[in-house]
């Protein structure tokens, strides 16, 4: 293996501890999911500007190449909206454990919108993580609604990893980011007031405890990790970023049982089922170990 794809599997991996606070902090904000992405995007795309400007490193681009990573940034932003809908309307763990399905989607998005021949063991590798998230909660139907969420969640990221490896060859990887905060800005700003109409989502800003914990996810879990993540797609195949992004429902689900005290998955259904995922990430990183 080079040096370039170890650097990349370490910033993978960081990347993913760093996601594991997400679903947390989508519980402890008291905003709708919704207003919440707004407020994550619209503090995320000020600060990108200021920094771009600050650093002399803001580019101009044309429309067209502003249309494309701001289309990117519309799926970034959708995926958010429903990962926090399927948190809120249910848990931390199920919404972070329907997550886990990026990798399957991926194995069946990815052929058709790249062409090219479709991968049978990409998919088995996938197939263990369905059985994963099904053996870990057997679609409570406490939680149908939550579930059907973070299923949907899981494939909008899926289309966004893919798009965002396309588009983001062409672009510089700070402004591509910047951009794709501004684009979904502005279709959630549109959307928002229609869904509201029918919806009420209550608070419209953050209040108390809202304001330090929107500032470390914009920060931190924002900024921070979809550079990253930029950076990985840029090193490493989409597949193997969003099937090592399975190990990401383990941290948020020990977090969550701490914070939350959701200990009733704690059994052994619970155990063999992340025993599945971490082992389809395992198979995964040893297949394209042994190829390089």
Known sequence: MTHNAKNGFLLLHLSVFIAGFTGVLGRLIELDSGVLVW???????????????????LKRYQFKDI???GGVGVLLCLHWVFFYASIKA?????????FSLVGFFT?????????????IREFLFSILTVCGVYLIF???TRYRLGI????ISSALYALFAIANQHVGKHYETKNMLLWEMIGGLVVLSAILPVYNAFIPVGKLFPTGMDYPYMAFMVVVCTIGLCLLQIIVLQKIDT??????????????????????NEYQELNFSFILGIALIILSVGLQTWSKFKVK
């Open 39 to 57: 407020h994550r995007m619209a503090w995320a795309a000020t600060l990108m500007v200021l920094f771009l400007a600050f650093s002399k490193e």
């Open 67 to 69: 249309l494309r990573m």
């Open 90 to 98: 249910s848990n931390v763990s199920i919404g972070v454990v329907c």
């Open 107 to 119: 194995a069946l998005f990815e052929p058709i919108i790249n062409k090219h021949r479709f991968s």
């Open 138 to 140: 057997q679609f409570d």
């Open 148 to 151: 059907v969420l973070g299923i």
């Open 239 to 260: 597949f193997t970023v969003n099937l090592t992004y399975n190990l990401e429902p383990v941290y948020s689900i020990i977090l969550a049982m701490v914070i939350f």
